[in-house]
């Protein structure tokens, strides 16, 4: 087990991604802190880490709220006394054309993907710092490096995640701190809302054809927070099925056309 006796605290882990990740941690021998506003989910996520001979607690938390971070924290010192890895997931998404976005939609997007990761990184550096290590993963997408249509408020906030963890790893990296994020492509969770028409275009455009899944995500995630990852920091890992190097987006028929008429 690789992650024998750290303390992992990772937000938006009631469900999907950010709950596969938990998991993951925990059967690489991590004790857990579940993060979520989701309560319910939350302890679910965490009975599940005990029945399976793990260590974890939770707490309700809204990420974007400054007075509940400031209580997570104390709960986290409280409960364990140390913060070796943190994984921002907590996020919240819509699609929904720009002129018809209103400040409220654009805000709370923000407010939660954004500010959450600014607000949950800067509760667990305090910690991190005397400790003089930690690894910290901000969950992206790749919707915050290329444009999607319906994604103003969604893909700005993920541009602001990527860009915080390059400045994170900036400032913190001497102090023993590596900061990284993960991009995930178009995933297969619970809360995937994607229509027929999203979804075909998805898998005839994603190169492997195919929707990743959660644990492809957490895997990557297991890979940041080793040891012997100690040299990357500031970077953006893709767990997207090679979208970001697909360049024009052919469709699926436009594709294998133009591949039957390579010549060996």
Do not use: W
Request: net charge neutral; glycine share 12%; proline share 3%.
């Amino acid at each position: 087990m690789r992650l024998q006796e750290k303390v992992a605290v990772v937000t938006g882990s009631a469900s999907g991604i950010g709950r596969e990740i938990a998991l993951r941690f925990a059967r690489e021998g991590a004790r857990l802190f579940v993060v979520d506003r989701n309560e319910e989910g939350a302890t679910r996520t965490r009975d599940e880490i005990r029945a399976a001979g793990g260590i974890a607690e939770c707490v309700r938390t809204d990420v974007g709220n400054p007075q509940e971070v400031q209580a997570m924290e104390d709960a986290l010192r409280t409960a364990y006394g140390q913060a070796d890895v943190l994984v921002n997931s907590a996020g919240v998404g819509f699609h929904r054309a720009f002129v018809d976005t209103t400040p409220e939609d654009f805000e709370r997007v923000i407010r939660i993907n954004l500010m959450g990761t600014f607000l949950v990184s800067q509760a667990i550096v305090r910690i991190m710092i005397p400790q003089g290590s930690g690894k910290i993963i901000h969950i992206a997408s790749i919707q915050g490096q290329r444009g999607g249509s319906g994604r103003s408020a969604y893909g700005a906030s993920k541009a602001g995640v990527i860009q915080l963890a390059k400045v994170m790893a900036v400032e913190l990296g001497h102090m023993g701190i590596a900061v990284n994020a993960i991009a995930p492509g178009p995933i297969q969770t619970p809360m995937t809302n994607h229509g027929p028409d999203q979804r075909r275009v998805f898998l005839e455009r994603t190169p492997l054809h195919r929707l990743g899944n959660a644990a492809e995500v957490a895997a990557a995630a297991v890979f940041l927070v080793l040891d012997e990852c100690s040299y990357m920091i500031g970077h953006t890992l893709n767990v997207d099925g090679g979208i970001d190097s697909l360049g024009i987006a052919y469709s699926y028929e436009e594709l294998t056309t133009v591949r039957s008429g390579f010549k060996a």
